[in-house]
Protein backbone atom coordinates (compact mmCIF):
# COMPACT_ATOMS: atom_id res chain seq x y z
CA UNK A 1 0.00 0.00 0.00
CA UNK A 2 1.40 3.47 -0.92
CA UNK A 3 1.41 6.13 1.57
CA UNK A 4 -1.07 8.23 -0.63
CA UNK A 5 -3.62 5.54 -0.44
CA UNK A 6 -3.66 5.14 3.45
CA UNK A 7 -6.68 6.77 4.98
CA UNK A 8 -7.19 5.95 8.69
CA UNK A 9 -10.46 5.47 9.71
CA UNK A 10 -12.93 7.81 11.49
CA UNK A 11 -12.97 5.35 14.44
CA UNK A 12 -9.33 5.18 14.63
CA UNK A 13 -8.99 9.19 13.94
CA UNK A 14 -11.81 9.55 17.15
CA UNK A 15 -9.90 7.59 19.37
CA UNK A 16 -6.83 9.29 18.48
CA UNK A 17 -8.52 12.30 19.33
CA UNK A 18 -9.72 11.21 22.67
CA UNK A 19 -6.46 9.78 24.27
CA UNK A 20 -5.06 13.65 23.32
CA UNK A 21 -8.06 15.11 24.68
CA UNK A 22 -7.41 13.45 27.77
CA UNK A 23 -3.79 14.22 27.93
CA UNK A 24 -4.30 17.79 27.76
CA UNK A 25 -7.56 17.33 30.73
CA UNK A 26 -5.19 15.39 32.55
CA UNK A 27 -2.44 17.78 32.35
CA UNK A 28 -4.77 20.97 33.40
CA UNK A 29 -5.54 18.74 36.72
CA UNK A 30 -2.25 18.59 37.40
CA UNK A 31 -1.07 21.02 40.68
CA UNK A 32 1.94 23.10 37.94
CA UNK A 33 5.10 22.92 36.92
CA UNK A 34 7.66 22.41 39.89
CA UNK A 35 9.60 25.16 40.93
CA UNK A 36 13.46 25.09 40.72
CA UNK A 37 14.96 26.52 43.69
CA UNK A 38 18.52 27.36 42.86
CA UNK A 39 21.29 25.67 45.36
CA UNK A 40 25.14 25.73 45.51
CA UNK A 41 25.84 29.48 45.17
CA UNK A 42 27.06 31.83 47.81
CA UNK A 43 25.19 34.02 50.31
CA UNK A 44 26.05 37.48 48.99
CA UNK A 45 24.97 40.91 50.38
CA UNK A 46 22.32 42.30 47.91
CA UNK A 47 20.97 45.50 49.38
CA UNK A 48 21.21 46.69 52.79
CA UNK A 49 17.77 46.25 55.06
CA UNK A 50 16.49 49.60 55.34
CA UNK A 51 16.65 50.29 51.86
CA UNK A 52 13.82 47.81 50.63
CA UNK A 53 10.75 48.78 52.49
CA UNK A 54 8.15 46.51 53.68
CA UNK A 55 5.81 45.74 50.29
CA UNK A 56 8.28 46.87 48.06
CA UNK A 57 10.58 45.14 45.33
CA UNK A 58 13.70 45.85 43.41
CA UNK A 59 15.49 44.19 40.29
CA UNK A 60 19.45 44.19 40.66
CA UNK A 61 21.88 42.54 39.99
CA UNK A 62 23.59 40.26 42.98
CA UNK A 63 26.70 38.63 42.54
CA UNK A 64 26.38 37.33 38.40
CA UNK A 65 23.13 36.91 38.92
CA UNK A 66 19.88 39.49 37.64
CA UNK A 67 17.30 39.22 40.88
CA UNK A 68 14.13 40.18 41.65
CA UNK A 69 13.47 40.69 45.29
CA UNK A 70 10.33 41.25 47.24
CA UNK A 71 10.57 42.67 51.08
CA UNK A 72 6.91 40.90 52.91
CA UNK A 73 7.53 41.71 56.28
CA UNK A 74 9.91 42.99 58.98
CA UNK A 75 11.35 39.10 58.51
CA UNK A 76 10.72 37.99 55.37
CA UNK A 77 12.53 38.62 51.81
CA UNK A 78 11.66 36.75 48.95
CA UNK A 79 14.50 36.34 45.95
CA UNK A 80 13.77 34.99 41.91
CA UNK A 81 15.97 34.92 39.57
CA UNK A 82 14.77 37.70 37.41
CA UNK A 83 15.14 36.10 33.98
CA UNK A 84 11.53 35.37 32.72
CA UNK A 85 11.01 31.48 31.87
CA UNK A 86 8.98 32.01 28.41
CA UNK A 87 12.26 33.70 26.41
CA UNK A 88 14.85 35.11 28.91
CA UNK A 89 14.12 38.73 29.21
CA UNK A 90 14.89 40.27 32.36
CA UNK A 91 11.73 40.86 34.36
CA UNK A 92 11.32 44.09 36.16
CA UNK A 93 9.97 45.46 39.60
CA UNK A 94 6.84 47.96 39.92
CA UNK A 95 7.05 50.82 42.21
CA UNK A 96 3.58 50.23 42.87
CA UNK A 97 3.23 47.78 45.87
CA UNK A 98 0.09 45.98 44.37
CA UNK A 99 1.73 44.81 41.10
CA UNK A 100 3.39 41.48 40.24
CA UNK A 101 6.73 40.85 38.46
CA UNK A 102 6.33 41.90 34.60
CA UNK A 103 8.45 41.00 31.92
CA UNK A 104 8.45 43.89 29.39
CA UNK A 105 8.65 41.58 26.45
CA UNK A 106 5.85 39.68 26.31
CA UNK A 107 3.94 40.90 29.50
CA UNK A 108 3.84 37.58 31.79
CA UNK A 109 3.31 38.57 34.96
CA UNK A 110 4.73 36.36 38.34
CA UNK A 111 3.43 36.67 41.81
CA UNK A 112 6.07 38.34 44.14
CA UNK A 113 5.28 35.99 46.59
CA UNK A 114 6.06 32.87 45.00
CA UNK A 115 7.36 33.55 41.78
CA UNK A 116 4.18 31.77 40.17
CA UNK A 117 3.35 32.72 36.74
CA UNK A 118 -0.18 34.08 36.64
CA UNK A 119 -0.51 36.04 33.21
CA UNK A 120 0.74 35.92 29.66
CA UNK A 121 2.57 33.44 27.67
CA UNK A 122 5.03 32.19 30.45
CA UNK A 123 4.21 28.91 32.05
CA UNK A 124 6.85 28.37 34.69
CA UNK A 125 7.25 29.93 37.91
CA UNK A 126 10.73 32.25 38.29
CA UNK A 127 13.43 30.19 39.89
CA UNK A 128 13.55 30.35 43.46
CA UNK A 129 16.81 31.99 45.32
CA UNK A 130 17.58 31.84 49.07
CA UNK A 131 17.02 35.00 50.79
CA UNK A 132 17.38 35.88 54.45
CA UNK A 133 18.41 38.81 56.35
CA UNK A 134 21.31 39.52 58.95
CA UNK A 135 23.06 42.08 60.44
CA UNK A 136 21.12 44.52 58.64
CA UNK A 137 21.04 43.41 55.55
CA UNK A 138 19.43 41.26 52.79
CA UNK A 139 21.49 38.21 51.80
CA UNK A 140 20.46 36.29 48.74
CA UNK A 141 22.06 32.75 47.45
CA UNK A 142 23.98 33.36 43.89
CA UNK A 143 26.85 32.48 41.18
CA UNK A 144 29.80 33.87 42.73
CA UNK A 145 31.30 36.79 40.48
Excluded at 39 to 44: A, E
Excluded at 137 to 142: A, G, N, Q, R, S
Amino acid sequence: MSCCQHNPSRRTFLAASGLATAAVTLGACSSGPEQETFSGGVRTQALKLDELPVGKAIQQAVGGDQILIYRESDETVRAYSAVCTHQGCIVGASEDTTDPFICPCHSSKFDKTTGEAIAGPAQLPLTKHNASTEDGWILVEVEPK
